[in-house]
């Protein structure tokens, strides 16, 4: 039996577990999927001791997803986004550091390809410059979108954006200029989970050419999906972008082509 888990703190309301499971099951794989909690400077340990026991394959949660990139051997997108959140053990040569990717990344571009959305030559605005402003800003970038990341606090919009090939940072003040002229918006702040009425972007700058990213999933239908939906633009709600860095680092760990419906049901049933 495989053992695959997730280190984060806290974890014990991951909804990776059943996911995974589900894919494990589709697919008669023979493993399971479990959460550990290390201590804030554990880790690096943590990391070294899976690897030791034999686990084969972390997902890294928040706050370790910086901490783990000195035990690792980070792929170059997750060395670009400063961030690991998957950890494949095998095959690992003795002495050698296990890989180490950024899976959100591709959580964001497969959400939108899912949903037929084109990212080449799009122009596209994301909202917030922390862990998954980040990597949504450098999935786009990649994918061949001209970006620009809006921040509340412009500072860090402008650090971020210095390290992302050909885009552009700033405040909040002229966002809604940015997304008026956008074939693309991601939100990825926390605004809209704790406040369920607030919303980063006012309905009043959505329209009908634009697809929508909203990170946050809880709820699952935020306040800026809704005004999205009504002003007739493409909508992904934040259950995808999860749905899709689990199914990269299935596929990463497994080697196989996950089965994504699988686990789509598993954990749409776990957000109900
Ligand atoms: P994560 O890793 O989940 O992205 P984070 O690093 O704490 O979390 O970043 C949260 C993001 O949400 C930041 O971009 C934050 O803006 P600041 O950098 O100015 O703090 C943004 N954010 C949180 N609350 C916000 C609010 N009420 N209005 C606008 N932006 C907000």
Redesign the pocket.
């Known amino acids: 039996m495989d053992v695959y888990g997730l280190i984060g703190n806290p974890v014990e309301h991951s909804l990776s577990p059943p996911m995974h499971e589900a894919g494990y099951e589709a697919l008669g794989i023979d493993a399971r999927y479990v959460t550990f909690e290390p201590e804030a400077d554990a880790a690096a340990a943590a990391v070294a001791g899976a690897a030791d026991l034999g686990v084969a394959g972390l997902n890294v949660t ?1 706050p370790f ?1 910086r901490d783990v990139l000195d035990a690792v051997d980070a792929a170059p997108l997750a060395d670009r986004i400063g961030a690991v959140n998957t950890i494949d053990f095998g095959p690992v040569r003795a002495g050698d550091h296990p890989r180490g990717h950024n899976t959100d990344a591709a959580g964001v571009k497969r959400a939108f390809s899912h949903h037929g959305v084109a990212l080449e030559g799009r122009d596209a605005v994301v ?8 990597a949504a800003a450098f999935a786009l970038a990649d994918a061949g979108a001209a970006v620009h990341v809006a ?3 412009a500072e ?2 402008v650090d971020l954006a210095e390290a992302v090939p050909g885009a552009t940072g700033g405040g ?1 003040g002229d966002l809604g200029d940015r997304v008026a002229g956008a074939d693309v918006l991601v939100n ?4 809209g989970m704790d406040e369920p009425e ?1 919303t ?1 972007v006012p309905a009043a700058h959505l329209h009908g050419d634009l697809a929508v990213l909203d ?1 946050v999933y809880a709820p699952i239908e935020t306040r800026l999906l809704r005004e999205a939906a009504d002003a007739g633009a493409t909508t992904v709600d934040g259950a995808w972008m999860l749905l899709f860095q689990g199914v990269e680092a299935f596929e990463i760990w497994t080697g196989r082509e996950a089965p994504v419906d699988a686990m789509n049901a598993a954990l749409r049933a776990e957000l109900k």
């Open positions: 928040v997803k909202v917030g410059a922390g862990g998954a402003g980040r921040n509340r606090t860090r919009a909040l990825a702040t926390s605004v607030a980063p990170a």
